[in-house]
C-alpha cells in the first residue's frame, strides 16, 4: 500500500521524537454511557457548535468528501471556524490495512492515525491540519464497545446497538464541537443509504437530531439525477427513491445536492422539492466540474452556504465570502504559462485515487509555478532495463511513489539509475528514497545485491533495513511509524533552499530505514545525507551534489500540500522540470 518502505503517510500535536519503546496505539479507557436516552434538553457542551450531516444515496463516488469541503470552505471564508468529520461503515480499525486498490490511498494525519483519503480533501481545501478525531470507523466503534464490555463497564446489561453502539458513535459526532474550537462540524457518512453497514450510522444522527436544540443541525443530502440519452432527458426517480429511504429510516433532508451532467430545468427542481418534501430554493444544482476546486465557486453561485446559514442561523460572519486567494489560485491553474510532463513510477497506478495526495500536490505545486502538470503513469512492474529509457522518452521529471512489498521494486530501481545517468530531475518519496539509495549502493558503491531487508531478508548489504524496535512487532495496524517527526536540514542543502528554512517536519508512515552503517560510505561518493531526525539521527533526506535535481525524502511531503500552501518541494521539482524542458 502506498506507503510501506516507503508509505503513502488534526488538531496538530507535537511531533513524537522517535525512541526506543516505540509507543503504539491504546485503546481508550472506558467511561461509563447513561443507560438511558438522553433528555431532549442538551447538556451545554453538546451545543457549542452546530452540526451538519452530509449523506449520499444513489450510487457511491458522488462526492460526499468534495461537497463538505466546498461547503466549509465557503464558510470558513465567511469567518466560521469549520471542521470535517467522516465516518466509515466498514469494520477494519481504519483503513491502514486496506489494498489502494480497495480504498484508494492511506491518509495520515500529524498525530499518527491512518485515515480515510477524504481527510486529505478537507486539508487541502481549508488549510488546517486533521486528526485522529476526524475519522471514525464501524470497527473503532465496536472494538471500542466490546473493550468496554469485557471490562464490565455496562454494570451487567445487554450490549445492543442500540443504544450502545449508537451512543458512541454520538459521543464521537460531538467531540469536535465540545472543543470550543469550532463553529460549525461537518460530519460526512460515508456509503449510500440503504447500506445496512450504514444504518447505526444514520440512527445516530436521526438520534441527534431530536436531542440538539432547534436550528442546531441539518442533514444534506448527495443524489444523482442520471441522463438517459435514449429518452433524452434527466431522470428525478433515483432521487425520489433515495430520499425515501432516507425519510424512513427517520431523517429528512434539509437540503438536496443533486450532481448531474447538465443544467436541471426549474421545473424539474419544482418536481424534485414537491417529492422530496424540501424547499425548490434547497434543491442545488452540483454539474461535473474540470477541476474539484472550482466546486466551491460552483456551490457558491448555488447559494449553497447561504442557505445553510439560515437554516443553521449562524451568526457572526461576513456578508460574502471572501474567496481572492482561492480565484487568484484558480486562475493561475487554469491560465498556465508552462508546461511538463512528470512520470509517475508506481505499482497501483491502475487505480489514481491510490496516489491522490500525490496528485494533488502537483496541481498545487504547477498552480504556484504557472505551469500544466500532466502526470504520466507508469506501472513499474512494466520497467526494466531494457525498456526504461523507452517508457521515460520525452518526460521532464521522474517521481518514484510510495509502495509496499517486493513487486515492481526492480522496475523502480532502473527508472532511478536511467534519471540519474541522465541527469533528469528526480524526486522519491518514502519507498522511492530507499529504492534511490539501493540503486546508488548497486551501481555507484558496487555493493553487489544491495537491496532492502524487506525486499531481501538475506540480502549481503542491507542498506535499508528494519527497525530494531519494530521486529518483535505481529499486528500489521497502526504498528509502523506513524504521523510527524522532526527533521533537520543542511544548511546549503537543495531541501533547505527549497523550504527556506532548515528545520521541518514532515508526516511519515514506514517501517524501514536508512541503514546508517553505510552513511558513510555514501556520503563520500557524493550521496548527501542532507535531513536527520534530530532525536535518533535517522536519515530523512538523501540528494547528490552533483546532479540538478535529485531529491528523496522518506517522510510524505504530499500531504502536507494545499492550495493555500504547495508544498515547497514539489514546487521546487516543477521548477526543476520546466528548466530541465527548456534545455
Known amino acids: 500500500m502506498p506507503g510501506e518502505g516507503g508509505g503513502v503517510a488534526g488538531h496538530v500535536r507535537l511531533a513524537r521524537p522517535y525512541t526506543k519503546n516505540f509507543p503504539l496505539p491504546t485503546r481508550q479507557k472506558a467511561v461509563a454511557l447513561a443507560p438511558v436516552m438522553p433528555d431532549r434538553t442538551p447538556t451545554?457542551?453538546?451545543?457549542?457548535?452546530?452540526y451538519i450531516f452530509v449523506t449520499g444515496g444513489v450510487t457511491s463516488s458522488l462526492g460526499k468528501g468534495i461537497i463538505s469541503a466546498s461547503l466549509a470552505k465557503l464558510l470558513q471564508a465567511r469567518g466560521f471556524r469549520v471542521t470535517i468529520q467522516k465516518f466509515d461503515p466498514y469494520i477494519n480499525i481504519d483503513p491502514g490495512t486496506l489494498n489502494p486498490y480497495e480504498h484508494g490511498e492511506c491518509y495520515v494525519t500529524d498525530d499518527g492515525a491512518e485515515t480515510d483519503l477524504d481527510l486529505g480533501h478537507y486539508e487541502r481545501f481549508l488549510n488546517v491540519p486533521t486528526s485522529q478525531a476526524n475519522n471514525v470507523t464501524t470497527g473503532r466503534i465496536y472494538d471500542h464497545v466490546i473493550t468496554k464490555e469485557r471490562e464490565g463497564a455496562y454494570l451487567g446489561k445487554t450490549v445492543q446497538v442500540v443504544p450502545h453502539i449508537t451512543d458512541e458513535i454520538k459521543r464521537r459526532m460531538l467531540l469536535l464541537g465540545q472543543t470550543g474550537q469550532f463553529d460549525v462540524v461537518i460530519t460526512e457518512i460515508g456509503g449510500s443509504i440503504g447500506d445496512i453497514e450504514s444504518l447505526p450510522f444514520v440512527e445516530s444522527v436521526r438520534q441527534l437530531r431530536w436531542e440538539l436544540p432547534e436550528n442546531s443541525s441539518l442533514v444534506i443530502h448527495l443524489?444523482?439525477?442520471p441522463y438517459l440519452k435514449a429518452a433524452g432527458e434527466?431522470?428525478?426517480?433515483?432521487?425520489?427513491?433515495s430520499v425515501r429511504d432516507l425519510r424512513s429510516a427517520?431523517?429528512?433532508?434539509?437540503?438536496?445536492?443533486?450532481?448531474?451532467?447538465?443544467?436541471?430545468?426549474?421545473?424539474?427542481?419544482?418536481?424534485?422539492?414537491?417529492?422530496c418534501n424540501v424547499n425548490i430554493n434547497s434543491v442545488i444544482e452540483s454539474l461535473d466540474a474540470d477541476s474539484i476546486y472550482s466546486v466551491p465557486l460552483l456551490m457558491l453561485k448555488e447559494h449553497l452556504d447561504e442557505r445553510v446559514i439560515k437554516k443553521l442561523k449562524l451568526q457572526g460572519g461576513a456578508a460574502q465570502p471572501d474567496l481572492d486567494v482561492w480565484k487568484e489560485f484558480l486562475g493561475r491553474l487554469k491560465n498556465?504559462?508552462?508546461?511538463?510532463?512528470?512520470?509517475?513510477?508506481?505499482?497501483?497506478?491502475?487505480?489514481?485515487?491510490?496516489?491522490?495526495?500525490?496528485?494533488e500536490a502537483f496541481v498545487h505545486a504547477g498552480a504556484q509555478n504557472e505551469c500544466k502538470v500532466t502526470v504520466r503513469s507508469i506501472q513499474s512492474d512494466h520497467l526494466s532495463a531494457e525498456n526504461v529509457a523507452q517508457q521515460l522518452h520525452g518526460v521532464d521529471g521522474v517521481l518514484v511513489a510510495p509502495g509496499f512489498g517486493e513487486r515492481g521494486f526492480e522496475g523502480k530501481i532502473a527508472a532511478v539509475k536511467y534519471v540519474r545517468e541522465n541527469n533528469i530531475p528526480f524526486f522519491g518519496i518514502c519507498l522511492g528514497m530507499q529504492v534511490a539509495v539501493v540503486e546508488f549502493g548497486r551501481n555507484v558503491l558496487g555493493l553487489q545485491d544491495a537491496s532492502s531487508t524487506e525486499m531481501d531478508a538475506q540480502t549481503p548489504h542491507p542498506v535499508i533495513a528494519m527497525m530494531e524496535e519494530q521486529k518483535t512487532i505481529t499486528l500489521k495496524g497502526g504498528t509502523m511509524r506513524l504521523g510527524a517527526y522532526d527533521c533537520e536540514l543542511r544548511k546549503g542543502s537543495k531541501a533547505a533552499k527549497a523550504y527556506g528554512r532548515n528545520h521541518i517536519s514532515e508526516r511519515?508512515?514506514?517501517?524501514?530505514e536508512f541503514n546508517n552503517e553505510y552513511l558513510k560510505q555514501y556520503e563520500a561518493a557524493g550521496m548527501i545525507p542532507s535531513g536527520l531526525n534530530p532525536e535518533t539521527g535517522l536519515v530523512e533526506?538523501?540528494?547528490?551534489?552533483?546532479?540538478?535535481?535529485?531529491?528523496?525524502g522518506q517522510f510524505h511531503p504530499e500531504l502536507k500540500s494545499t492550495v493555500q500552501n504547495p508544498h515547497p518541494l514539489f514546487v521546487r521539482f516543477v521548477r526543476a522540470a520546466i528548466q530541465y524542458r527548456k534545455g
Not at 44 to 50: D, E, F, I, Q, S
Not at 234 to 241: C, G, N, V
Not at 541 to 552: C, D, Q, T
Open 336 to 359: 498556465p504559462t508552462e508546461e511538463v510532463t512528470i512520470a509517475l513510477v508506481g505499482k497501483y497506478v491502475e487505480l489514481p485515487d491510490a496516489y491522490k495526495s500525490i496528485i
Open 44 to 50: 451545554p457542551t453538546a451545543a457549542t457548535a452546530k
Open 234 to 241: 434527466l431522470k428525478t426517480k433515483p432521487t425520489q427513491h
Open 508 to 512: 511519515h508512515r514506514h517501517r524501514y
Open 250 to 275: 427517520g431523517l429528512q433532508p434539509d437540503i438536496l445536492v443533486c450532481r448531474s451532467e447538465y443544467p436541471i430545468p426549474a421545473e424539474m427542481r419544482r418536481k424534485i422539492a414537491l417529492f
Open 541 to 552: 533526506v538523501v540528494e547528490l551534489s552533483n546532479h540538478p535535481w535529485f531529491v528523496a
Open 223 to 225: 443524489t444523482l439525477l
